[in-house]
């Protein structure tokens, strides 16, 4: 099953390069980017994601992090609708897009394995740090950093497949992760959002910075969880 970050989300997509692996930015997600691939680099010689690579994962490690996804889909969900009520105009329409796609992939995600709703999953304590984090950044700061924070996952799981694709030798079971996830329309969206939208108050690249590192962070820390 993909992630959200392999998922179209229900706004224009801008004209950028459909392949992952093609990438053509905007100066500040460029620089996010550039700046944080250390931590890519992290998560990608996770025992998780080596594991898919190489069709060694144990298939409880597998569900173990699926499941936990459940709970962090639907955080985000409340905090996207508490965005989309305090704020108006472009800001607003395009929160609007990403509310309906969480919704919507949330309902996926417990339809599949046949769940009522987020209570029914335990938080352990990766997802609990991820969630609390970003609900910090929507509480305590204006919204891009929130898509900011966001863009930390869009963007690493579309370059996870990306970089597995070159690198897997055979199919094996979890080839279809690779496939499922290659995708990134949502990364695409959200970066052209904030390398083309003019806030009332510009966004500090520094602090930005800081945001999408220690999301990029939390999502090693998530990975490990899982097969820890």
Same mark, same amino acid.
């Given at each position: 099953?993909?992630?959200?970050?392999?998922?179209?989300?229900?706004?224009?997509?801008?004209?950028?390069?459909?392949?992952?692996?093609?990438?053509?930015?905007?100066?500040?997600?460029?620089?996010?980017?550039?700046?944080?691939?250390?931590?890519?680099?992290?998560?990608?010689?996770?025992?998780?994601?080596?594991?898919?690579?190489?069709?060694?994962?144990?298939?409880?490690?597998?569900?173990?992090?699926?499941?936990?996804?459940?709970?962090?889909?639907?955080?985000?969900?409340?905090?996207?609708?508490?965005?989309?009520?305090?704020?108006?105009?472009?800001?607003?329409?395009?929160?609007?897009?990403?509310?309906?796609?969480?919704?919507?992939?949330?309902?996926?995600?417990?339809?599949?394995?046949?769940?009522?709703?987020?209570?029914?999953?335990?938080?352990?304590?990766?997802?609990?740090?991820?969630?609390?984090?970003?609900?910090?950044?929507?509480?305590?700061?204006?919204?891009?950093?929130?898509?900011?924070?966001?863009?930390?996952?869009?963007?690493?799981?579309?370059?996870?497949?990306? =970089?597995?694709?070159?690198?897997?030798?055979?199919?094996?079971?979890?080839?279809?992760?690779?496939?499922?996830?290659?995708?990134?329309?949502?990364?695409?969206?959200?970066?052209?959002?904030?390398?083309?939208?003019?806030?009332?108050?510009?966004?500090?690249?520094?602090?930005?910075? =800081?945001?999408?590192?220690?999301?990029?962070?939390?999502?090693?820390?998530?990975?490990?969880?899982?097969?820890?």
């Amino acid at each position: 099953m993909p992630c959200i970050a392999s998922k179209t989300f229900h706004v224009k997509p801008p004209s950028y390069s459909k392949d992952a692996t093609d990438l053509q930015w905007h100066p500040l997600t460029q620089w996010l980017w550039d700046n944080s691939r250390d931590l890519a680099k992290e998560a990608l010689n996770t025992p998780y994601i080596q594991g898919i690579l190489n069709g060694t994962l144990s298939p409880d490690e597998y569900g173990r992090y699926l499941v936990q996804d459940i709970p962090y889909c639907y955080a985000d969900q409340e905090t996207f609708r508490a965005l989309v009520s305090r704020t108006d105009g472009e800001m607003k329409t395009f929160l609007e897009g990403k509310l309906k796609s969480y919704v919507s992939y949330t309902r996926e995600l417990m339809d599949w394995w046949k769940l009522n709703d987020s209570n029914s999953v335990i938080q352990g304590t990766a997802v609990e740090s991820y969630i609390n984090y970003k609900k910090l950044v929507a509480g305590k700061m204006e919204p891009h950093y929130f898509l900011i924070a966001n863009l930390a996952c869009e963007r690493l799981w579309p370059w996870l497949a990306a =970089e597995l694709k070159k690198r897997q030798q055979k199919p094996n079971v979890y080839t279809f992760w690779i496939t499922d996830n290659l995708s990134d329309h949502a990364a695409r969206e959200t970066e052209a959002y904030l390398d083309n939208h003019n806030p009332s108050q510009p966004i500090n690249k520094q602090q930005a910075l =800081e945001v999408f590192r220690k999301c990029m962070s939390e999502e090693v820390a998530f990975f490990k969880w899982a097969t820890a």
